[in-house]
Every structure is written in C-alpha cells, then in structure tokens.
C-alpha cells in the first residue's frame, strides 16, 4: 500500500518533491551535478525536475561531511546505467530513497506487530501507512536535502533495535549490524544530529540485557563507543563557514531576538552593544550594512562568541531560552516545507503550490499536537513512566525486550529535546521546520510504538502467544 | 455648482501633480543630457588587474560630468558611435597580444570626427593618423614620471615595450614627462593632446600616473578648474566603535581639518538605543566640521528582482536619519552600482552629490548596463594610501596636490586608539588644502518622499527651513564586561556538562538500577534451582 501511494506521488506526472531554498546547492556541486544552463532554474517557487552531470573535473568541496553524498552518488549512479550520463532526473534520487523506506517500513511493521497474529495487526499495519507514508516525508524523496537519509535511516535503525529485543531472527548479528549502520548513517547525515549520537549510544547500550556472552557485550559497547565517536566526528569536521553561518544565526536571530536588552546581553559577553543592531539578521541577508564576512565583523563580533556563550547565556537567561523553545514548538510538527513549491513549473500550479495529496496525518498533527515545549516535557515523562513500569515487569520476568524498549523510548525522547535545544541554540529562530525534522519523526515513531503495544495489550507485559508461551 | 467646481478641481490637480513632477526632476540626481563618452576596452585583462583601470577611467569621466557608455570591443555594434553621439571615444588596449578588435569597431572610429583618445599600446592606424604624431617604441626601460605642477616624481615599473611620442610640436599638449634611467635617452612626454587627440601610453588607476593622466583628460575634455580634495573616511558602519567615530571627529576638528564620512545604516532595529547612538555621533559629526555620506549596503546575493527591496531599504535609510536629523549630504557607492540598471534608479537617485569608490574585486551586479549615471557632483574616491608612494619618489600624500576633477581622497576608518592617532597625524602632516564642505560652493542635496534635506555654508535645510542639528545626546552606555578567560574545556564541563548530559546521566542512572536488579533476579532464578 505504501508502495502505491509514495509511487504515485513520486513518479507519475506529475512528478512531486520540495523546490530548492538554496540548501540544494551544497550537495549537488560537490557530488558532481549542476544546474542546467540555458534551462530555467527556480529558487522556493517550483521543483526543478532535471540536473546536468558534470563531464568535467569537479572542483567543488564539500561545506560539510554528511553521509548524504552516499545516496545521491548512488542516484546518480543509477540514472547514469538505466536513464543518462548527462542529465540527472530527480526521480532517480526519489527511487533510491524509496526502495530504503519501503524495505524501512516492512521492518517497522513487523517489528511493531511480531510476534502476535491478530486482525489487530491490520490496524497497526494500516496505521504505520498513514503515518509514514504521509507525503510530508517522501516529498523529501525527490529532493537534494539531507532528510530523507534522516528519515529512512531513522526506520531502520528504529525497527532493527525492536525487533533485536523480540528476538524477530534466530541470527542476531545482521540487525545489531543493521542498527549500527543505519544509526552512523542517521548521525553523520546532518551537523545538527553530532549531539543525538548520545541517544543513539544508550539505545546500543541497552543491547548489554540482551546479549550475555562476554564476547558479544564487548562488542555492545565498541559499537557504543563508535556511535559516540561519529557523533564526535560529525561535529568536529563540521567546515568553519558552516559553523559561522549557524553561530551568526544563533547569535541574530536567537540570543538578540528573544533577548529583553539585547544591548546588556552583548555588554555583559564582552561584546560592543552597537551589535544589538544585527538583531534579526541572517547570514544570507541581501543587502547588509556590513559584509558577515569582513575582518572587522570577525575580530569584534562572531569571534567574540561560540554556540558555547550562546549556550550559556540561554542557561543564565531561562525565561528567553524557555521562549525560545517554544517558538520552536510550535514548529515541532510541521513537517511540510510551507516555504517551497512540491511541483514542477510544467505541472501548471502557482508558485509554491503545496500538495494536499495523502498529508492527512501531517495535517491533524501539525492543526492538533500543542504547540508548547512544555507539552512535550509531559509526554516525555508520560512515556518514560509508562515503559520504565514495563522495564521494572521486564527485569523481573527476565524479559530484556522491556528494557530495551525503555532505553529506545528515553533515546527517543532525548533525541526530541537535543533537537529542540540544538536548533535553537544552533541557528536561532531560522530554518526551523527543516532542523526539527527528528521531532516528529520521533514522537511518530514513539507514538506508533505505544499504540501498537496497547492494541497487542503489551505495554506492560511481553507479548505471550496463546498457550503461555513467550 | 458641481458642475463648475469639476473642471476647476481637475485643473488644480494637474497643476498640482505638475508641479510634484517639476519638484520631482529638480530633485533627481541624474544629469540628463550630459556629453556621451564611448570607452571601448579589448580585454578585462584580469590577470594584469586591468579592470581597475576601466573602473577608474569610468569614475574619472563620471567625475567630470560626462555620460560614460562602456563596451568591449568586440561586443560592439556598427553604427553605434554614430547613432548614439558621442562626443568622444576613448580605446583602452589592455591585453595588445591578443588583438581583441573589430573592423566594425575600427571602421567606425576612422569615420568619428569627435574627440578620439587613445590609452596603452597597439595604437591603431586611424587613431594615429588623427593623433598626427609619430610613435617610437622603447624596449626595456624603465622611466620615472615627473610632473612639472605639483614637481612630482614617481619611479614606474619596468617597460618591455612603450610607444612614445619623441617630436612634440608646439601645438601639442603635453602632460608629465618620462625620465628613462638610462643616460643616454632622451625625456619624452607623458600624455599629449593635438587637436581632436590624444594618447597615453599607459594608465595606472593610482599614484602620480593616475594624477597625470586625470589631468590630461579633464583638459582634454575642456575642464581647466582644479579641485581641491574631500576627505573621506570610509567604513563606517553602525557596527562602528562609536567612540573613537566621536574622538576621531574631535580630533579633526582641533586640527582643523574638514572632512567627510562615508557610513552605512540600517532600515530597521532603529528602535533599540544603539540606533540612537549611531545617530548621535552623526550628528556629533555634523556639528564638527564633518558631513555624512550615505555608502549603499553590501550585496549578497544580486538580483534584478529585488529593486523594490533595494528602493524601499534605502528610503527607510533617509527616512530615519533624517527623522534623526542626520542629513546625508551625497551618496556613495561602489562604481559598479553606478554601471547598473536596477542599483542606479533604486540607491543612488535621491542625491546629486555622489561618491565613487573603487570597485571590489568581486563585484556583484544585479542588472549591468554599463552606462553611467551621470549627477551634479561625482567624487572619485581615491584611496590616500595610493598616494603614498614615498619609497618610489616623492611621497604624493605631502604634496600639495591639486585635482582636476571633484576627488574624494579617501581613509578607512580606524580600528583603534592607535590607528586614530596614526590616521590624524597622517592628515595633519599632509600638505593638501581639503575641500571644506562648509565654505565655497560645496552643497549637497537628498530627496526621499517628501523630505528634502539640503547642505549649503555649513547650514542645513529640511524642506526649505533651516534646521539646526541637536547638541550631543547620546544614550547612556556601559562599557562591554571583561571576559574572564577561561579554558575551553572548562566552560565545556561547566555548561555542557550540567544541562545537556543532564537528562543522560539521569537515564543511564535509572537503566543502570535496572541492570543490577535485573542482575539479582537473574541470578536468584538459578539459587531457587
């Protein structure tokens, strides 16, 4: 089912993605693709469907080490066998997404429901459909941003975790492999998932209640110790133009913007108040009173400060921080690009048309979800209350799946609030939709998880097939 | 009743709207009908940096109120030179080996009966015959410049080659002479001008070279005045260190010294006190022998859609400052924003005195026409840092240097106490009378909506009345709070360490009971059997 609906949306005309913001432009030069000259090409208004492949040397390096070249060389690889060598289509790169997802989504599904046969199973089934293959995620198939690797490397990793815990395969390994890789994936594909390594490490670490061989515990915490070590590799190879763009932003549009006297927060960081004035400000300003870039804006303003002061002096100033947080809630469920066109120029729609098509979900949880961070510091706790009495049952029955699914829902939960506070912290008010992308998927994917265990009556308890047996 | 009042109300609107038009023309910066000028390069030649050179020769013309139409030579089109009147076409060869011409080109400018100038070498053969003087080539040399008006000398780089008029008749003009190092040949004139033409041999967009050459193309455009210079200190901002703004003011001042600032603003935060600030110290400027120019904003991203943006941020600019009543009494901007269809009308329309600064190196237009706005007053800015060429002759910034066109010698603006002191005593010591914008004829106008602020004898006008700038009141300000330095990993452990590994350690605490329980019941399983 899920095959139909993204294929449709995906491949037949017309053809349906996210436009370019300009963030296209970092992965399609250095992964050898430009845009086609003497064709128009749009910014925001509409999707543009075909790119050229360099047939030349390449001289782009990359602005920053993701994980994301992997999927676009393998799209490009593809297009180059069975379409081109000269002309990207970027259905191809939607396939190479779509094949992971649906592979994504047959695991989630049986990791959700397995082991229980009941019609019930129907109704998760049905349920992971409407929720993750709502269009607001695959549009970003046919798209040149880093979220679609997030999103399908996020189900594998998810899944696989799950269905170690209940014991899905008799050959363990390939899922703890599947995990690990998928979770690297998940870390290296954008700057802003360095700090969720964190939660990814306690979810490997977890695995100790499920492996209990000497050998195979050494090899949990190496993998934990790698999953950390990505996290710090991620952010350490983050290039310094990047880091000035989101150290400006955070800086102009988050500390200035929600600061009561921006002027006093710059004084007392040791920074000339004159600066207040960039309140608003971002990075790509087209007309600025100052060049970002110049000697002088360097030496008294952005080397003055680190994501560190900022983080700082968020911490010392809490009511701001704390508005801060939750003008980026109110973002937290939107998962749609509102800022771009998901059709091409020939589709015939104005500019910026946003499909409707299979965002039924999106719609109720973006119109529903309560927009305050306090909320989901109650959800938090409601979810981590409700598995840990679930994980105290499952350590004394001896059922390390209880725990597991703790520790996976307490990283899920991490993960939303490192991603609330990485944004805010990391780029201010500015792209937030686009940062909070692990918001929801991961109150989706917890959301999916406790109604599935509700409706196979296995909250508390492991699953038992009928007769007793576990 | 109605039916007479009708046509009446009708007429008085037309008179009215009449008159706004009238106002609005006598408001706009922009010469019309000025003297067209073709400059037709062969080459960028951006590997020599020979684009400063048209970027120079493009503010010298502007300065001297000529209508500059700039095109490369092979992109020219036939009947041009005839169809849109020149009044002169200058050829600047910049990259002779590649013999960039065309016989459209060529064909045409034999057949130009008007003013003919020719810059650097390979001079073609119609351009000779016009110039009627002989060209001898000089292999291997290298000259000193001397200028007989200001007796100064500049030691020029090394020649390979330069063609050089050697016979100079009477009726000839010359400009500067080329003291070869050798002993044995001969002095040869700079520049010259014989009638209708007129040659130089190189142009360099700096130093003594550049003073020479100006002079011999005011003169060969009839401008026999000379200029004193403004000076200007540029980059400022409102990022600026408003301190030393207000001590370098003071201090120019107590030296005597009239100046100019070239500073940036802002369309919006001015609400918050550092705005105020900001103003303050234009002010402060005002009223201490100092008039402001506005610089147009840095581009990022150029687009020929954005003229509305642009028109809109730069009204709001005037607007405020003059709601401040900080009165811009020009514009300035780089030359390419003068060269260019959607940055002329929407930044530099709003005054008749305007500043041209020397390109950047990346220049980043939004809609290039390479046709000059033309304006009342243009001032080519020029960097006083290319007058100091003291280890090479004689140090241009202590010479009593006097300029054919309007120039605006420009300084950065200083970073530090320091740099203050160097830049003032700099100035101090330089032997150039500069231009006082409060005496003689200097005045400038800004329109934007319907304000009109005016500078004429040191007084300021806003529509019409005259308006005195407010004494100094500036908001209070603290100094910023010293840094105490800390290690990195100090605030790392500090910061980090309590908030974002907080929820962590809390989770790995709970999960690690759990494991030691679990650890129990485990092994009580196996003590029950």
């Known amino acids: 089912m899920s095959a139909l609906i993204v294929a449709y949306l995906l491949f037949i005309p017309p053809v349906n993605g996210y436009a370019n913001n300009g963030d296209f432009d970092r992965a399609i030069y250095v992964n050898g693709l430009y845009r086609l000259t003497g064709k128009p090409y749009y910014f925001f208004t509409y999707m543009v469907q075909k790119y050229g492949i360099m047939q030349y040397f390449n001289e782009s390096s990359a602005a920053l080490f993701s994980s994301q070249p992997l999927f676009i060389k393998a799209a490009i690889g593809l297009n180059m066998l069975v379409y081109s060598t000269k002309v990207f289509d970027i259905r191809f790169m939607g396939l190479i997404y779509y094949v992971l997802f649906l592979g994504g989504i047959y695991l989630l599904t049986e990791a959700l429901t397995f082991p229980s046969k009941r019609w019930r199973n129907y109704i998760i089934a049905l349920m992971v459909v409407f929720v993750f293959a709502d269009s607001s995620y695959t549009l970003y198939f046919n798209s040149f941003f880093a979220e679609p690797g997030m999103f399908v490397a996020m189900l594998y990793s998810f899944s696989s975790i799950l269905l170690l815990a209940r014991h899905r395969f008799k050959r363990r390994w390939p899922m703890v492999l599947l995990f690990f890789i998928s979770t690297v994936v998940l870390i290296t594909n954008k700057q802003q998932n360095a700090p969720l390594a964190l939660g990814f490490a306690l979810t490997m670490l977890s695995l100790l209640f499920v492996f209990h061989k000497r050998a195979e515990k050494l090899y949990v915490i190496l993998g934990t110790v790698l999953i950390l070590a990505s996290g710090v590799a991620t952010y350490a190879l983050i290039t310094k133009t990047f880091n000035n763009i989101n150290e400006y932003q955070s800086m102009t549009r988050g500390v200035l913007l929600k600061a009561k006297d921006p002027e006093k927060a710059l004084m007392q960081g040791g920074i000339d108040s004159q600066f207040a004035l960039t309140r608003g400000q971002t990075y790509f300003d087209r007309y600025s009173p100052i060049d970002v870039n110049s000697k002088y804006m360097k030496k008294h303003f952005t080397d003055k400060f680190s994501f560190m002061w900022i983080l700082k002096y968020e911490l010392t100033h809490p009511s701001e921080f704390g508005a801060l947080l939750n003008l980026a809630a109110k973002d937290g469920q939107l998962t749609q690009v509102k800022a771009v066109s998901d059709y091409t120029k020939s589709a015939g729609q104005p500019k910026y048309a946003q499909t409707h098509y299979f965002t039924g979900f999106s719609t109720i949880m973006g119109a529903f979800f309560p927009r305050t961070f306090a909320f989901y510091v109650l959800i938090a706790f409601a979810f981590i209350g409700v598995y840990a009495f679930g994980a105290y049952h499952g350590i004394r029955d001896g059922d390390p799946e209880m725990v597991v699914r703790l520790a996976l829902i307490i990283a899920n939960m991490a993960i939303i609030f490192m991603t609330f506070i990485a944004s805010v912290i990391g780029d201010g008010d500015a792209d937030l939709a686009k940062h909070l992308f692990m918001v929801p998927l991961c109150t989706d994917l917890s959301l999916a998880l406790l109604v599935s265990d509700l409706l196979n009556h296995r909250l508390w308890h492991v699953f038992e097939i009928r007769g007793g047996q576990r | ?529």
Do not use: C
């Not at chain 2, 500069?434 to 329109?447: E, H, I, N, Q, V």
């Open chain 2, 1 to 529: 009743m109605k039916k007479r009042f009708g046509p009446i109300l009708l007429l008085m609107l037309t008179i009215f709207s009449l008159l706004s038009s009238v106002s609005v023309t006598a408001s706009a910066s922009q010469v019309s009908r000025a003297p067209r000028v073709l400059l037709a390069y062969d080459s960028e030649n951006r590997a020599n940096d020979d684009q400063t050179k048209i970027d120079a020769m493009q503010r010298l013309l502007t300065s001297l109120n000529l209508e500059v139409h700039t095109i490369r030579i092979d992109q020219y089109h036939a009947g041009d030179i005839k169809r849109l009147h020149f009044k002169a076409v200058i050829t600047m060869v910049n990259w002779s080996q590649a013999k960039l011409t065309t016989s459209d080109f060529a064909h045409d400018r034999a057949a130009f009966k008007g003013l003919k100038l020719h810059i650097g070498p390979s001079m073609a053969t119609d351009e000779r015959q016009s110039l009627g003087l002989t060209l001898s080539p000089r292999y291997h040399q290298q000259y000193w410049l001397s200028d007989h008006t200001s007796s100064a000398r500049q030691l020029l780089s090394f020649s390979e080659s330069l063609a050089v008029t050697t016979q100079t008749p009477a009726t000839v003009k010359t400009f500067g002479t080329l003291v070869p190092q050798s002993q044995n040949a001969k002095k040869v004139p700079y520049g010259v001008i014989n009638g209708n033409s007129a040659y130089l041999p190189y142009l360099t967009a700096n130093g003594l070279s550049f003073i020479v050459a100006s002079r011999l193309i005011a003169r060969f455009f009839g401008h026999t005045a000379t200029y004193a210079p403004l000076l200007t200190i540029t980059d400022v901002t409102p990022f600026t260190n408003m301190d030393l703004l207000h001590k370098l003011a003071t201090d120019l001042e107590n030296n005597g010294i009239p100046f100019a600032i070239s500073t940036t603003s802002i369309s919006v935060n001015t609400d918050l006190p550092a705005y105020k600030r900001f103003t303050s110290e234009l002010q402060w400027v005002e009223n201490h022998g100092g008039v402001v120019f506005l610089r147009t904003p840095v581009v990022y991203y150029p687009k020929a859609s954005t003229q509305g943006q642009l028109k809109q941020l730069m009204q709001t600019q005037i607007w405020r400052l003059i709601d401040r009543q900080v009165f811009p009494v020009g514009l300035s901007a780089p030359n390419y924003w003068n060269q260019d269809l959607v940055y002329r009308p929407a930044a530099l329309s709003y005054s008749n005195n305007v500043i041209l600064m020397q390109n950047p190196s990346e220049t980043k237009n939004a809609d290039a026409d390479n046709t000059a706005g033309v304006y009342k007053q243009a001032f080519y800015g020029l960097q006083e840092q290319s007058l100091e060429t003291v280890h090479n002759g004689t140090n241009l910034a202590q010479t009593d240097l006097s300029f054919s066109s309007p120039t605006a010698v420009t300084m950065t603006m200083p970073d530090s106490q320091k740099d203050l002191t160097g830049l003032v005593k700099r100035v101090s010591a330089a032997k150039v009378s500069w231009l006082d914008p409060s005496a003689g004829k200097f005045s400038g106008t800004t329109t934007v909506a319907n304000q009109r602020a005016h500078y004429r004898n040191g007084n300021y006008y806003l529509n019409g009345q005259l308006t005195v700038v407010p004494t100094y009141n500036p908001p209070k300000q603290t100094k910023p709070a010293p840094v105490t330095p800390t290690g990195a990993l100090n605030t790392f452990f500090s910061v980090d360490g309590v908030f974002l590994f907080f929820f962590m350690i809390v989770s790995l605490i709970v999960l690690l009971a759990f494991y030691i329980v679990g650890r129990q019941v485990y092994w009580r399983m196996f003590k029950k059997k």
